[in-house]
């Protein structure tokens, strides 16, 4: 019999060339061919071409002594150094730039993008200005204007322009104070992670019981306010000496502040506590006000300076006040000023204790140039300056795609909860902006870890200068050199997107 | 039936809005000053601009040289933006080292390419596949012509000579444009079901997006003489041309494979059930959708190497920025405190008008394919 089951037939024969898997085949073969005859061919022609310049190849002169100079190493760095260790220099000088530049950029972005969707016009439009007008301009004549246009101008070192907290700025860079801290000084850094890790221990304890039982326990509670008092107490105790002895200079200023501080923490104790912390806030805000503004502002008359300062002061004293008079009670209200206590408080007692010093080696300015303290080479401080700024732009705008992706729902149902603004943002809002902010920010951060190679066209020496550059020109093994470079930038990206893909599994929406 | 007289016939008149919700005292009280934080707020960035904008302003305009001026006028302690060395170096700025009696030749492509690609972004103009095709390909034949010379009696200019703004829209108008086929061929390489052709591409895409621009602008500067025969010269601008041009394909890639990725899995299953063959399938159906969605990206990513075409400093090649760098450095005639300072904020200038005229016009095909899908 011919009859043959339906299903078990084979596939219809087509002629050989059309099987669309035997097509597959043929094309990976045929470019897997061209690929490996490219690369044959490229490997021949560069052995031809050293050949005929007389250059030897391998990785060996990694162990030869490079014998040129970097001009800032934070690694142990002489003439005598190997090319390995020229390699470490360069990718801690990337790291460094990097990290500082993410840090800031990180700030200023989210502040800048937040502020991009304010609804006060004015700082809107700023936002939007700052944003439009950084990210369309290269960052390399970003950086070309920091260091060429700004600090190369700066004034020589005997005209070097003085910074607070002993700083100087000039046209060698800035020089700051440099920590010098003794042996002791090791358990005040025990202490500060200790403390850490003691407080985000307490901090989640407490936000759990907060979520079982809807209040925060009263082990907490009452350590909480005793901390609230004694941090208003230094708040106010600080912003008065500096207030009457720089505003009023007097001569007895310590002990009358010590007792209005007194008096203002103690009033932050009953229920006068909204008068208390609302003056406080004055208090502050006139002296931070009037620095500020007295810095900007230096041609108007400080009485001018000072009756602004003490209206915007005023503004701000009203706002806490209101919000003071209209917060819930003390066991709804996270414990914040307990953990800034235990976080600054027990390693100040260890300092304390211990007798360890914390000397600052400030530099100070001799006949031809500093001594002493921490110079900051113009490149780096270009270098770091230009990325943050322009990285700042990326990231504002990245924050701001984030929050607009939350569904305007969400806003509106926290709203119709009755939540405050603030408690909307931080509860509802941010939590899942951050999920839409998360990943292009990675990549903004590694983007900025690249771009930190434009370093080399203003002199920093950070890895492409150092290994592309300088180690190219020294050994003339240039495929080594840029193949090493290339493989720690892979590096870097593969382990951010490894973290990236982690992050992403952990918070994907878990749907039914 | 009788009349009912106290439902009324025609509808009250609307009246007008209440007076505290319209004027600019309700604009102000509603965008300025709703909260006392918002009043602070205001306060504090009206005192911003106020600290800002006059010396500012001062410097650009009010304090600086105009275009006439003399470098005298520049070296005084109180004058502002040296606008005279700007206009007096503007032709080296804009064609570097081109002879002079030349310079009707890339006049002609700048005409060229602005009457080409005007009417090519104005959605309402007809003819826009021969309008495309005579930029994309007509366009760049007659350019390299005009501009290289050497045929129909024209003075040979090597590329050496070429610089300036000039370098800067060739390097970043050929990279957009041939990063863009090559791109859509790497995405769909990474798409591909076929493994070797897949783990190129991914490792192709993969590698670029995790260097920087300049090693990449590097190893075609340095490493692409070493790999070609011996005896070989590579230009020196095709160099920056191959890089840039790689290197942004990488990034089209990716960005094309999130359109892809975008198009419903029964557009490309329906495309098949009609017996298209896989470039056909591409071409009339999955592609013209997934391009679509990637405008906006393939813009931006434009922009992105606008901006990144001034790496080719790095590398020795002229383009805008190394002209007003090496001006700003070398030309001892105009040596004023304020010099350099107006050297980039003139190139910054430049390179701002070109990126944000592009974002603002990826922002209006953003709007023109959107409408079906807002809220």
Redesign the interface.
Known sequence: MTTREMGHDAAPRVSFFNDPVIR?II??VV??VI?IGFIFW?VG??A???A?QNKTNGFDFLWKTAGFDISFALLPWSRASYYWEALLVGITNTLLVAFIGIVFATMLGFTIGVARL??????AR?AAVYI??I????????L??WY??VLK?MPAVRQSIALPFDSFINQRGIMVPRPTPDQEFGWVMVAIVVALIVAGVIGGWAARIRTRTGRYPVQIVWPGKLADAVVTFLVAFVALVVLLGVVFPIASFVPVSAIVAAAVALGSLTRYAAIAKAALTFFVAFVLCNAL?GF??SWVPSLMVSL?SA??AL??G??VYSNTANRPPSDARFPLALLVLIIVGVPALVYWLTGATLAFEVPVLERFNFKGGLQLPPEFVALAFGLTIYTASFIAETVRAGIQAVNRGQTEAAQSLGLKDGDRLRLVIVPQAMRVIIPPLTSQYLNLT??S??G??IGYPEL?NVF?GTS?SQSGR??EC?AI??VV??T???ITSAIMNWYNARVRLVER | MTDITYVRPSLVEARPAPRSTTGVLAWLQKNLFATPTDAVLTLFGALFLLWAVPPLVNFVFINAVGINGTVEECRVETAGACWAYVWSEMEFFIYGFYDMSELWRPNIVFALGAALLIPLLIPKVPFKRTNALLLLIVFPVISYYLLAGGVFGLKPMPTEKWGGLLVTLIISAVGIIVSFPLGIILALGRQSKMPVIKMLCIGFIELVRAVPLITILFMASIMLPLFMPQGTTVDKLLRALVGVTLFSAAYVAEIVRGGLQAIPRGQYEAAASLGLSYWKQMYFIILPQALKHVIPGIVNNAIALFKDTSLVYIVGMKDLLEAVKTKNDTALEWQSGNTATTGYLFAAAVFWMFCFSMSRYSMFMERRLNTGYKR
Do not use: C
């Not at chain 1, 304010?118 to 700082?123: A, D, E, K, L, R």
């Not at chain 1, 990210?135 to 970003?142: A, E, G, K, S, T």
């Open positions: 597959g094309y990976q470019v897997a690929l490229i022609n560069t031809a071409n050293l005929a304010s609804s006060n016009f004015i700082v700023l439009e007008t990210r369309n301009i290269p960052l390399l004549l970003q070309f204007f060429f246009a101008t503004l900007m502002f602004i209206l915007i503004v701000l009203q706002v690249k771009n190679s434009l080399a066209a492409f592309g190219i240039a495929i840029m470079i290339m930038y892979l870097f990206s593969l």
